[in-house]
């Protein structure tokens, strides 16, 4: 099976743009999550999608959001983007009820 | 309010010695924990878990300890290799099948 695919792998946007990641999750997977991960920090916990339904949420603001579609893949959205943005986001994706995720190369996201 | 917590930022071994991270979690409704092994530039990749109704899980070089009545788990490395360097990242969950994820361990093999 092919394993998760995130396009792209290097953005730079500046600030005040907007931006969209995209992930495709691994074929029969439909749960996908998104993680941001920063310099010293773990990874932070965004959103979960399940089956086109956000499932799960962690405490970022309205800024980020995301959607999944019929088919599982997901994208992601960042409005007004600001400096702290700067990142490597990562979408995991495992299937159902288990607590296991695969996750993607991620997208490194730089803000300027 | 972080529930899931890895105190050591790094640690360096001798290779061919034990490796052991550690993590701690406030929570006591989480059931399933699991261990993550990231290289730079790379997503994390799945090592080991263990479900909360063993206190003992091993693959390979790998085995994961957890200690309910503590809170603590940790994943010990035997012998540690060059490739065994990384950052380690500690996940917990509970029904909700959320991960919660501590923020990470750099573990150096040293030659």
């Known amino acids: 099976k092919a394993g998760v695919t995130q396009t792209p792998r290097y953005l730079i946007k500046t600030r005040g743009q907007q931006v969209t990641l995209s992930c495709s999750p691994i074929?029969?997977?439909?749960?996908v999550s998104w993680y941001q991960q920063t310099p010293g920090q773990g990874l932070q916990f965004l959103f979960e999608?399940?089956?086109?339904?956000?499932?799960n949420k962690g405490n970022f603001p309205g800024r980020f959001s995301g959607r999944q579609f019929s088919n599982s893949r997901s994208e992601m959205n960042v409005s007004t983007l600001e400096l702290g943005d700067s990142a490597l986001y990562l979408c995991?994706?495992?299937?159902?009820?288990?607590?296991?995720?695969?996750f993607g190369p991620g997208t490194r996201l730089t803000v300027l | 309010d972080q529930q899931v917590k890895q105190n050591s930022p790094s640690l360096s071994v001798q290779e061919g010695r034990i490796s052991i991270l550690n993590c701690d979690y406030t929570?006591?409704?989480?059931?399933?924990f699991l261990w993550y092994k990231k290289y730079p530039a790379e997503g994390p990749t799945f090592l080991i878990s263990?479900?909360?109704i063993k206190d003992k899980n091993e693959d390979g070089r790998f085995t994961v300890f957890l200690n309910k009545s503590a809170k603590h788990l940790s994943l010990h490395i035997v012998p540690s290799q060059p490739g065994d360097s990384a950052v380690y990242f500690c996940?917990?969950?509970?029904?909700?099948?959320?991960?919660?994820w501590g923020a990470g361990t750099k573990l150096i093999i040293k030659p």
């Open positions: 074929s029969g997977h439909r749960s």
């Open positions: 996940a917990a969950s509970d029904s909700n099948y959320q991960l919660i």
């Open positions: 999608y399940f089956s086109e339904t956000q499932r």
């Open positions: 929570n006591s409704m989480f059931d399933y």
């Open positions: 995991a994706s495992s299937s159902e009820n288990t607590d296991t995720q695969y």
């Open positions: 263990i479900s909360s």
